[in-house]
């Protein structure tokens, strides 16, 4: 698994000599004659040590230099670095870093900073990847953060080992520095992140770790069609709607299908159509989808046991097919967190045959498992 990692060096520099943040060249420099000592290097040490012999499963990529070359040359971990910054860094350094790691297609943005930090990978990214904040800063107003160094390291095993790990979205806030050295502290709003977040059977249970399948399912069915009720819009028609076999699948055509009064069935192991006019198109073939118009939303589930994504059960969702579509616009994953776990950790597989698009595929893909509830989950090429 990809993971990008960005080290601040500065962030948190101004706290403990009493300075109440880091932002700025001229605070900086006061910090360090005063004789502070930056913090992020060695709290992301301290995450990277936590992952043990776990560390060396990831394919870690970073800047060179400060940013987080040099320590992970100092600690031999294997990576990949690009261009960086050999000594002092800027907010823009950040921005530059974390928009040529995601060209890198990493899964994973990992950084060690405090809010600024989080503020200028926001800039710079939005939500495009699940992100991990190492808190390093002074302030830390925002959401984004792992309470320590060490849970940051657990909530990377968990993706690497396919636990049952959240999607949620966090605040990014950030204070006036300048106002809060005279007294007056208030947050502002920034903006969100995805970032992963400690999971397990949180939802849909009767007892203490177990989930009842028949209200997950059901969950999930009213998540699907609120999504799909958002998509329609004055100004963009209704897409094709693709819904590939299963019985969760199953259960979402007919819920579709009883909204529109019509006595149409949809199909247990084929892949259905509801066209942008509402009329549905059941048990199509591979070449019937290369004929949809627009852009179609495909909304497929994952099988129970052989833990092949496509290119199993499915292949009428063929690889010239799924080339039209950009994930995670265009796809939405749904499955019970039971039939995530019984995957006992295993990631999701490719085999469409086209080696490159699954390529292009892999990651940290997104699970719909309930109406506002959502995992994180491997996906790799067979």
Same mark, same amino acid.
């Given at each position: 698994?990809?993971?990008?990692?960005?080290?601040?060096?500065?962030?948190?520099?101004?706290?403990?000599?009493?300075?109440?943040?880091?932002?700025?060249?001229?605070?900086?420099?006061? %910090?360090?004659?005063?004789?502070?000592?930056?913090?992020?290097?060695?709290?992301?040490?301290?995450?990277?040590?936590?992952?043990?012999?776990?560390?060396?499963?990831?394919?870690?990529?970073? $800047?060179?230099?400060?940013?987080?070359?040099?320590?992970?040359?100092?600690?031999?971990?294997?990576?990949?670095?690009?261009?960086?910054?050999?000594?002092?860094?800027?907010?823009?350094?950040?921005?530059?870093?974390?928009?040529?790691?995601?060209?890198?297609?990493?899964?994973?943005?990992?950084?060690? @900073?405090?809010?600024?930090?989080?503020?200028?990978?926001?800039?710079?990214?939005?939500?495009?990847?699940?992100?991990?904040?190492? !808190?390093?800063?002074?302030?830390?107003?925002?959401?984004?953060?792992?309470?320590?160094?060490?849970?940051?390291?657990?909530?990377?095993?968990?993706?690497?080992?396919?636990?049952?790990?959240?999607?949620?979205?966090?605040?990014?806030?950030?204070?006036?520095?300048?106002?809060?050295?005279?007294?007056?502290?208030?947050?502002?709003?920034?903006?969100?992140?995805?970032?992963?977040? %400690? @999971?397990?059977?949180?939802?849909?249970?009767?007892?203490?770790?177990?989930?009842?399948?028949?209200?997950?399912?059901?969950?999930?069915?009213?998540?699907?069609? $609120?999504?799909?009720?958002?998509?329609?819009?004055?100004?963009?028609?209704?897409?094709?709607?693709?819904?590939?076999?299963?019985?969760?699948?199953?259960?979402?055509?007919?819920?579709?299908?009883?909204?529109?009064?019509?006595?149409?069935?949809?199909?247990?192991?084929?892949?259905?159509?509801?066209? !942008?006019?509402?009329?549905?198109?059941?048990?199509?073939?591979?070449?019937?989808?290369?004929?949809? !118009?627009?852009?179609?939303?495909?909304?497929?589930?994952?099988?129970?046991?052989?833990?092949?994504?496509?290119?199993?059960?499915?292949?009428?969702?063929?690889?010239?097919?799924?080339?039209?579509?950009?994930?995670?616009?265009?796809?939405?994953?749904?499955?019970?967190?039971?039939? &995530?776990?019984?995957?006992?950790?295993? !990631?999701?597989?490719?085999?469409?045959?086209?080696?490159?698009?699954?390529?292009?595929?892999?990651?940290?893909?997104? &699970?719909?498992?309930?109406?506002?509830?959502?995992?994180?989950?491997?996906?790799?090429?067979?």
């Amino acid at each position: 698994m990809k993971v990008g990692l960005i080290i601040n060096p500065l962030a948190g520099v101004g706290g403990a000599v009493g300075l109440k943040g880091s932002d700025g060249d001229a605070i900086t420099v006061e %910090a360090l004659r005063r004789g502070a000592v930056p913090r992020a290097e060695e709290r992301t040490q301290t995450m990277l040590q936590s992952l043990g012999d776990d560390v060396h499963r990831f394919q870690w990529l970073c $800047a060179d230099g400060v940013m987080g070359g040099f320590l992970l040359r100092k600690l031999a971990v294997s990576h990949s670095a690009i261009s960086g910054v050999a000594t002092r860094t800027s907010a823009e350094d950040t921005r530059q870093v974390t928009q040529a790691l995601l060209r890198e297609g990493v899964a994973v943005l990992v950084f060690a @900073g405090g809010d600024g930090t989080a503020r200028d990978i926001l800039a710079a990214a939005g939500s495009a990847v699940p992100m991990i904040g190492v !808190p390093a800063g002074v302030k830390m107003h925002s959401g984004v953060f792992a309470t320590s160094p060490r849970s940051a390291a657990a909530l990377l095993q968990g993706l690497l080992n396919g636990e049952l790990v959240n999607s949620v979205t966090a605040e990014v806030r950030d204070v006036d520095e300048a106002a809060a050295r005279e007294g007056r502290a208030s947050s502002r709003w920034f903006g969100e992140l995805t970032v992963p977040a %400690a @999971g397990g059977f949180l939802q849909h249970t009767k007892v203490g770790g177990r989930e009842d399948e028949g209200l997950a399912v059901e969950e999930i069915v009213q998540g699907v069609c $609120a999504r799909i009720a958002s998509l329609r819009t004055a100004d963009e028609p209704d897409r094709p709607l693709v819904l590939g076999p299963g019985g969760t699948l199953l259960a979402i055509k007919e819920r579709l299908m009883d909204q529109t009064g019509g006595s149409v069935k949809g199909t247990l192991l084929g892949v259905d159509v509801r066209m !942008p006019d509402g009329r549905w198109v059941c048990d199509v073939m591979a070449s019937d989808l290369l004929s949809l !118009p627009g852009q179609p939303l495909l909304i497929v589930g994952l099988p129970r046991q052989q833990g092949i994504l496509f290119g199993r059960g499915n292949q009428q969702l063929s690889a010239a097919f799924l080339r039209r579509l950009e994930r995670p616009r265009d796809i939405v994953l749904v499955a019970t967190r039971t039939k &995530i776990k019984a995957l006992e950790g295993r !990631p999701l597989l490719l085999d469409t045959g086209d080696a490159e698009l699954d390529r292009n595929l892999t990651g940290l893909w997104k &699970i719909l498992c309930g109406y506002d509830d959502q995992l994180f989950y491997r996906v790799e090429a067979g």
